[in-house]
């Protein structure tokens, strides 16, 4: 074993390094199975957060007819309330959030048809 002192941010740590010469490398396991992906959403234009945020209306429903430019729903972010407007028209093919969730940057909010 080997003693280091190693300083981070102004704070000394002190850190033992166990030398590994002529020894065979520790085996590997296989890696983990990936997780099973999660339902696609329907087929159409996802509309997802610009950014995270606290959802403070939805003024959609899925079937609705909507015409581009018109809000979504109203995300808040950093004490700003941003309009999510609807980039063409269409129809709601589903909505994927409600009133008071809080999203993640790139969160599907609803799918237009």
């Known amino acids: ?11 000394v740590y002190e850190v033992e390094l166990e030398e590994l010469t002529g020894a065979a490398p ?3 396991s296989a890696p983990a199975a990936a997780p099973a ?12 957060a610009p950014m995270p945020g606290t959802i403070l209306a939805v003024n959609v429903s899925a079937g609705q007819a909507v015409k581009k430019g018109e809000v979504l729903m109203i995300l808040e972010a950093m004490k ?9 028209d269409g129809v709601v093919a589903s909505v994927h959030t409600f009133k008071g969730s ?12």
């Open 37 to 48: 992906p999660a339902a696609a959403p329907a087929a159409g234009e996802q509309i997802t």
């Open 102 to 113: 809080a999203v993640e940057s790139g969160a599907l909010l609803c799918v237009l048809q």
């Open 26 to 28: 520790a085996p590997v």
């Open 80 to 88: 700003m309330e941003n309009e999510i407007m609807c980039p063409r």
């Open 1 to 11: 074993m080997k003693k280091y002192r190693v300083t981070v941010n102004g704070t």
